[in-house]
Structure formats: C-alpha cells, structure tokens
C-alpha cells in the first residue's frame, strides 16, 4: 500500500497497480496529518493538528479504518503542524511546547517529557535512527541535537573512536630505489570530539520499563 493526507484530514490507501484509493480514514482534527508504520510494520499510526490549533496522536486499527487508541498529553494550542516518529522498541516521540513528549505506545497515557536542556522550538522536527537509540531534534537557532540511549552512546563512542584512528596521519613509505619520499597525507577530516561536558553532548532518551 501507499498511504496519502490532505489537508481535509482524509488518509487514503493506495495499491500500485489500481488508480482508485482502497480505504479512507477521517483522521483527528481533520487537517493536516503525518502518518507512519511501526518498524516491523504491524501497527499504523498518525498524528495531526486541527484549524483551531488541537493536536491528537492515535494508532488506527487498520483493517477497520477506526481509532484504536487516542494519545493524551498534547496541552498547548499549536499554530503549526505536531511533528512525530516511532522505534522499533515500542516508543513514540512527538514534538510540542518547547518539549519533546514519550508515550510506550500501548499506553495512551504520556511516559515523560524533556526540554533537551532547552532551546527547542515551539514545535520541534525530531527523527529516529533505525535502531531506535539516537533521536535528532531541531533547535530553535537552526541547529540539531542528538538524544542517546545507553546504546548509543555506544555508538556514539565508536564513531568518535574510528574517527579518531582515521584523522591519525599516513606516512607512506619510501620505496627503495624511487625519488619519492615520505608524505604525510593532508586529507584529514575533521572530528568534533563528542564530550558529556559539551552543549552538544548527546542526551538520554528515556527507556521504558
């Protein structure tokens, strides 16, 4: 299937080969609406602002085109359009009020909320890598933080220490006999060293339980 909104607060499924459209939903607020799949694919969720500013987060059951379940903790009327992401283990993240809000996804009730440690937007962009451990938000002044698990710092950690190995300088070897001599290779990336200490350390992402 492909899945299309409009500012109607339609959702439609499409087949590849068929120009008709095989379901239409009526989504929340009836405006404009992002939709995503769970990782594995199972469970089909949206979230949306109305005209007058309301937002609602929902998982559909999909073979009905009905609401299953409605998520609560959207306090603030919005002037824009809620931005939201899922992963694979079982968390959902959208981002309103200057915050970005966690619910377990069988549980409409909202897990927490953080600030990033301030600066976001109103309405912060966020995204999650695929494993699940790193959420990117967007900063009010243009830039992006990075949010971790235990995981991944991690990886974080990882990256930073092959980028390390990588920026180290080749010296290549003079070879008996030629007129070359030995050179440094000056094509060295540079690396932002990632550090707890550093406003743009990464931070933790809550884990549910």
């Not at 109305?50 to 409605?70: M, P, Q």
């Not at 200057?98 to 976001?120: E, H």
């Not at 180290?168 to 200490?197: C, F, L, W, Y």
């Amino acid at each position: 299937f492909i899945f299309s909104t409009s500012l109607d607060g339609k959702i439609k499924a499409w087949l590849y080969d068929n120009m008709g459209s095989r379901v239409d939903y009526d989504a929340p607020g009836q405006w404009c609406t992002t939709i995503l799949y769970s990782a594995d694919g199972s469970r089909l969720f949206s979230c949306g602002t109305s005209k007058e500013g309301d937002s609602f987060l929902v998982e559909w059951n999909e073979s009905e085109g009905a609401l299953k379940r409605t998520y609560s903790g959207f306090r603030k009327k919005s002037n824009g359009v809620v931005q939201f992401d899922t992963t694979k283990n079982r968390i959902l993240a959208a981002g309103e009020d200057n915050q970005i809000k966690f619910w377990d996804v069988d549980n409409i009730n909202m897990l927490t909320s953080i600030d990033a440690d301030g600066g976001l937007p109103s309405l912060p962009r966020l995204r999650f890598n695929k494993e699940g451990n790193l959420l990117a938000v967007t900063t009010a002044d243009g830039g992006v933080k990075v949010l971790a698990d235990t995981d991944g710092m991690k990886y974080l950690r990882s990256i930073e220490a092959r980028s390390y190995e990588a920026s180290k300088p080749q010296v290549e070897t003079k070879v008996p006999g030629s007129s070359m001599i030995a050179n440094i290779n000056q094509h060295i990336n540079k690396v932002e060293r990632v550090d707890r200490s550093s406003p743009a350390a990464p931070l933790p992402i809550p884990v549910c339980s």
